[in-house]
């Protein structure tokens, strides 16, 4: 990414990855019809999450990890002209791969 943007706390920065515009079966999809992929890159990553005590709790995911998330997580924001995501690393299902 070649912003200056980091994320705060347990926030990371997510790239949906695109879907295919083809079924298997060889049928195009139009773009009226696609759903939002669930699936995206880290692109950044916060400094993670404090406890109790105020310890900083680092977070599982890091930059370039692929993950999975809910259909409705985070915030779409346009940073340097790129559709993002931010969430909070609860909101990532698994890392794939």
């Given at each position: 990414m070649t912003t200056n943007f980091?994320?705060?706390h347990d926030r990371?920065?997510?790239?949906?990855?695109?879907?295919?515009a083809k079924t298997k079966?060889?049928?195009?999809?139009p773009d009226t019809a696609?759903?939002?992929?669930?699936e995206g890159e880290i692109v950044a990553v916060g400094s993670g999450a404090r406890?109790?005590?105020g310890k900083v709790v680092p977070l599982d995911?890091?930059?370039?990890?692929?993950?999975l998330f809910g259909k409705w997580?985070?915030?779409?924001?346009?940073l340097n002209g790129e559709?993002?995501?931010?969430?909070?690393?609860a909101d990532i299902m698994g890392i794939i791969g």
């Open positions: 980091r994320p705060l990371v920065v997510v790239r949906r990855v695109e879907s295919e079966g060889g049928i195009i999809i696609k759903e939002k992929p669930q406890d109790e005590s995911v890091k930059a370039g990890d692929r993950v997580s985070g915030t779409e924001v346009k559709d993002l995501l931010i969430m909070k690393e």
